[in-house]
């Protein structure tokens, strides 16, 4: 594990800038008919203005600068040629790296009009990662941020990926600790200002199960049913986590199909 210092979370802050950014471009291309593979095109190109690089393109080999999952896809999506349809959702996970520097945020968008329950999933699973911010205060036990995803789910009927999960962040992508989006307040790491950690739940409108495609990659439920992951990248303080990959705009009410 290793605590970073004012000058350290500042690099962080700015590379968590980069991949704000590039979230609201993707944000701003995403609509039926667009290919996931055009998405990449977008975030390439944010990421190159900006001088930083993807941390996922050839990571253990990952193809893309995003991953891009739709639909009953969890995590680690290979963008391609499938187009986006009305009525679908789409997480996208950017990370960037700048001045040697990650940052690392996820967020599920909905494509045109979505239903009434993917609308209150993607926005549950939001509160589930507000949530986990909230308990990354100094002094607490990382037992804390997954039971604070654990609990909520539990109490809105929804299930966690317990496959996985988020992690420590900074000259690495990933860093220790692992950040389970289960657990109990007093089990695991004290938590300490100056750690950073990309806190990631993925709640799902079916089971927990999951499965990963002939791809190697592509992560899905293992039921079909349609998942949300929302993640930022945080500071551990005395009063919660800082966020680091602020998004610069966000949905607040998700257009949903309403039945005449
Ligand atoms: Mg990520
Ligand atoms: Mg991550």
């Keep these: 594990m290793t605590i970073k210092n004012d000058e350290e ?26 290919t996931t593979a055009d998405l990449v095109v977008i975030a390439r190109d944010t990421l190159v203005e900006h001088g930083a690089i993807s941390s996922f393109l050839g990571y253990h080999g990952f193809p893309a600068h995003i991953c891009a999952s739709v639909n009953d896809e969890i995590v680690h999506g290979i963008p391609g040629k499938k187009r986006l349809r009305d009525g679908d959702v789409i997480s996208i996970d950017v990370g960037a790296i700048l001045a040697g520097y990650h940052g690392d945020s996820a967020w599920t968008y909905p494509v045109g009009q979505i239903s009434k329950d993917a609308a209150q999933l993607l926005r549950e699973t939001e509160q589930a990662l507000q949530l986990a911010i909230e308990a990354a205060v100094s002094g607490n036990r990382l037992g804390a941020v997954g039971y604070a995803v654990e609990s909520f789910a539990r109490r809105r009927g929804r299930s966690v990926v317990r496959d996985y999960g988020g992690h420590g962040i900074g000259r690495q992508m990933h860093e220790d600790p692992h950040v389970p989006n289960v657990g109990t307040p007093d089990r695991g790491v004290l938590l300490r200002t100056g750690l950073t950690l990309a806190i990631e739940p993925m709640l799902t409108a079916g089971g927990e199960d999951t499965r990963t495609l002939k791809d190697g990659w592509t992560v899905v439920t293992a039921d079909g049913a349609i998942a949300a992951h929302f993640e930022h990248t945080v500071a551990v303080g005395p009063e919660g986590g800082t966020v680091l990959t602020e998004r610069l705009a966000r949905v607040v009410e998700y257009p949903v199909w309403r039945t005449p």
């Design 9 to 34: 979370i500042r690099r962080m802050r700015e590379a968590g800038k980069v991949v704000a950014i590039v979230h609201a471009q993707v944000e701003d291309a995403i609509s039926p008919g667009v």
